[in-house]
């Protein structure tokens, strides 16, 4: 399997031809492919099995997709009897071995109550950070930004605008 059967509506050959050797390396790339905007250092993280970057929904997704496709996980999850995981060993990774008892829990419990069709993968969106001046308070009665979006009011505004104000002031002043 490769990940073009995990994400089909991925253009970047380099990324669809990735292989997928176990849960963990999917968990892996999943979570890289939805955080990381860069492309470049998209396909170089999705590629290095050193590095250690998993989310909670990164595990999920890639148990779920293993339960579709791989008939030993379903059968395992089938025989599950709701208890929890404890991993033995974390196999030379570097990664805590309580971390990957969390992610291995949370990712079979998520399975276990949902199937690949209802799940959605998307790249990471590029985050959008804008700043208002604090006199601007009613402006969330207005504006309604998406997601990717952060405003923050920023307190100090009126008084840059203030000193700025003060310097041309003077500047035009000294010219007459």
Aim: positive net charge; contains cysteine; aromatic residues 8%.
């Amino acid at each position: 399997m490769t990940f073009a059967d995990v994400v089909p509506h991925e253009v970047d050959q380099q990324i669809r031809s990735l292989k997928l050797s176990s849960i963990y390396a999917l968990a892996r790339m999943i979570s890289v492919y939805q955080n990381e905007e860069d492309i470049d250092k998209k396909r170089y993280l999705m590629r290095s099995p050193s590095y250690n970057f998993v989310t909670i929904s990164g595990a999920q997704k890639a148990y779920t997709f293993f339960k579709r496709n791989c008939e030993h996980v379903l059968n395992a999850l089938l025989a599950y009897d709701g208890g929890s995981i404890t991993l033995a060993s974390n196999r030379g990774m570097e990664m805590d071995i309580e971390q990957l008892n969390y992610l291995a829990n949370a990712g079979i419990c998520y399975a276990l109550t949902h199937s690949w069709e209802d799940i959605t993968i998307e790249g990471a969106k590029r985050r959008t950070l804008v700043l208002v001046p604090d006199d601007l308070r009613g402006f969330a009665r207005v504006v309604a930004p998406a997601q990717n979006v952060t405003i923050i009011r920023n307190e100090m505004g009126s008084d840059v605008k203030l000193q700025g104000a003060k310097r041309r002031h003077t500047s035009s002043a000294q010219l007459q």
